[in-house]
């Protein structure tokens, strides 16, 4: 999956203005994009927020996140075990394509993709407890390769299925836990994948909705 991944990215902290552009160009990020976004469904009374698109070789929205609940902490002591959120990523399920400037080939989209995405999105929210910053790098890069090889192998001794509703049908998703908290992965029958992170929300109480308007996410 070829991609210029800006998962996880937040607009920056500004004030008045400045702040509401940064969000309304967030929303119009995530508008570019032509295929429905998901969210957790109207059981989740929490709040949302856009987290950021990434985008493929020729700039096309490929995949988001959309987040729900508490804002992590990246310090693995900071409110260790109090925080609780999820984070949705929905990605289009693309075949092997050519690239919008004919230069090349994008790579195809999959199940695995939502996973992988997933994975490193609950990787770099995750700060082990006493470790410094030049051993996360480290962690992070190999914590990344496992990921990487987990999402690859979703039918290995890792993953366990759960069924979970997607706009009110019970849907198949692949799902592992770690000690840095779960991640799952499956498809809808709208031509995307929707793959999610968290910590203190249990993933078997979860529903996936799609989104009618992401406007209102402004």
Aim: no cysteine; charged share 20%; aromatic share 8%.
């Amino acid at each position: 999956m070829e991609t210029t991944s800006r998962v996880g990215a937040q607009p920056p902290t500004v004030e008045g203005g400045q702040q509401a552009l940064a969000d309304r160009e967030t929303v119009e990020d995530f508008l570019l994009a032509p295929f429905p976004w998901y969210g957790l469904d109207e059981a989740f009374t929490g709040p949302r927020r856009l987290l950021g698109v990434g985008t493929a070789a020729d700039g096309s929205v490929e995949h988001g996140s959309i987040a729900h609940g508490d804002e992590p902490t990246v310090r693995g002591d900071a409110a260790e075990g109090k925080e609780r959120f999820t984070v949705v990523v929905t990605i289009a399920a693309n075949p092997v394509r050519r690239s919008a400037d004919g230069t090349g080939l994008l790579e195809a989209t999959s199940v695995s993709s939502a996973a992988w995405l997933a994975g490193v999105g609950l990787l770099s929210v995750t700060w082990p407890a006493q470790m410094d910053h030049t051993l996360r790098d480290d962690w992070l890069e190999q914590q990344t390769e496992t990921a990487w090889a987990l999402a690859d192998d979703l039918t290995g001794a890792a993953w366990s299925t759960l069924s979970l509703p997607v706009d009110g049908v019970p849907t198949p998703f692949h799902y592992r836990e770690s000690e840095f908290g779960w991640v799952l992965a499956g498809s809808t029958p709208e031509g995307v994948h929707v793959g999610a992170y968290g910590r203190g929300m249990s993933a078997y109480g979860v529903g996936f909705s799609m989104i009618k308007d992401i406007a209102t996410y402004a």
